[in-house]
């Protein structure tokens, strides 16, 4: 197993980290591990060197921080040695009755961050993120927030997810005006048939320092090699009932095909040659992946032995390479030969 650096900060996460939305009984039917069977996917994925584990509290409702946190400790894992990264920002009352509990008012996060650490038995979490933007919350507010939880040992690092480029610069802008905490990373879905990333908020995470980690990178299960063009819609398969994340499938399905000849050339499945195709995008930090049975997290965790040859990536990068949009066809048009 590999380490990068997360961010600009000193802190070393493994390039594959271990996703728990499987975790539980109760999201979007997605749910299925329970204690006995993370505590299993916790074990091996700490035997081949992975120390980086996210969740969220919305993961079948706090169900998932708690068999997380239980997890690690029966697995004898030492609490300084694992790297835990948790979010706050989605509804956590399931009827909605609580108009509070939600969003990025101070409120919220610090009620949420206490009900974090109490779920997952820790006295702090190393990586926090917000969950989402909160159309409602001012920006001061929330990162003030996160200021204040650092400053009180209850957080290590703070990061975001699912931001668009103007919210995340702008709260880049706002940390440095009041010296206050910067996110030190962006979780945001990419992956060989998923790459709106690469448009904007991947330059300015490598140009600002942020590091990315990857949700969804096999795209709801697309890239394994169960879609084909004769079979788009296998039987019993994830996205054959719960289709997300979007993805363009003609195009999808030219990438599964020269995913399938490299596979081969490598003696690879065609999820880790996905897998790695991530891992050699620079600015890409950690790739989480998740699993409900233990023959997937195996598979997985195989693709950082893969090492696909610039000629490989480049293949695949042409397979599904996203047409250049206004400004940037542009930019490059006016800088053609500087």
Known sequence: MNYRLLGRTGLKVSELCLGTMTFGQSFFNIAKVEQSGA???????????????????????????????????????????????????????????????????????M?????????????????????????????EETLSALNDLVRQGKVRYIGCSNWSVRHLMKSLSVSERHDWERFVSLQAYYSLVGRDLEHELLPLCREEGLGVLVWSPL???????KYRRDDPT??????????????????????????????????????????????????????????????????NLQAAEVRLSAAEVE?????????????QWMIERQNEGR
């Open 219 to 225: 795209s709801g299960g697309f890239l394994t090699g």
């Open 39 to 109: 505590n299993e996917m916790v074990r091996r994925a700490w035997e081949v060197g992975v120390n980086f584990f996210d969740t969220a509290d919305v993961y079948s409702y706090g169900e998932s921080e708690e068999i997380l946190g239980r997890a690690i400790r029966e697995s004898d894992i030492k609490r300084e040695s694992a790297i835990i990264a948790t979010k706050v920002r989605s509804q956590m009352t399931q009827d909605g009755s609580d108009v509070n509990n939600v969003g990025l008012s101070r409120h919220h996060i």
């Open 315 to 327: 293949r695949l990068n042409a397979a599904t390479a996203p047409r250049a949009i206004y400004p």
């Open 234 to 299: 296998p039987e019993g398969a994830r996205r054959s009932g719960f289709n997300f994340p979007p993805i363009d499938e003609e195009r999808g399905f030219d990438a599964v095909e020269a995913l399938d000849e490299i596979a081969q050339a490598h003696e690879a499945t065609i999820a880790q040659v996905s897998l790695a195709w991530l891992l050699a995008q620079p600015g890409v930090t950690s790739i989480i992946i998740g699993a409900n049975k233990m023959s997937q997290l195996e598979d």
């Open 111 to 139: 009620a949420a961050c206490e009900a974090s650490l109490r779920r997952l038995g820790t006295d702090y979490i190393d990586l926090y993120q917000v969950h989402g933007w909160d159309i409602h919350a001012p920006i």
